[in-house]
């Protein structure tokens, strides 16, 4: 009967250690996920900023087409004046 009852409370005391393995391990992944998720946020939030940045400076070094067109064909009858 002795023997039944160390059995018994050795299966116990293993289960609950399990049991406190698999809740520290549920704790451990929601925290991984929660700091991937602000990480990879963070990632694309920089990205963004640069797209922006990027976008604004393509703008200022852009000139409209008719604007180029004009300049080029000013460009062309210069060239064929000095000829």
Known sequence: ????????ARTT???EGHADCLSDLLVFHEDNG?????YWRAQC?????SIRFLSLKLQEYTVPSAE???RQGKAA???FLVV
């Open 13 to 15: 005391c293993t289960a």
């Open 45 to 49: 939030e920089k990205r963004d900023d």
């Open 1 to 8: 009967m002795t023997s039944q009852l160390e059995d018994r």
């Open 77 to 79: 009858f210069n060239l």
């Open 34 to 38: 929660v700091l991937a998720g602000s």
């Open 68 to 70: 180029y067109h004009s």
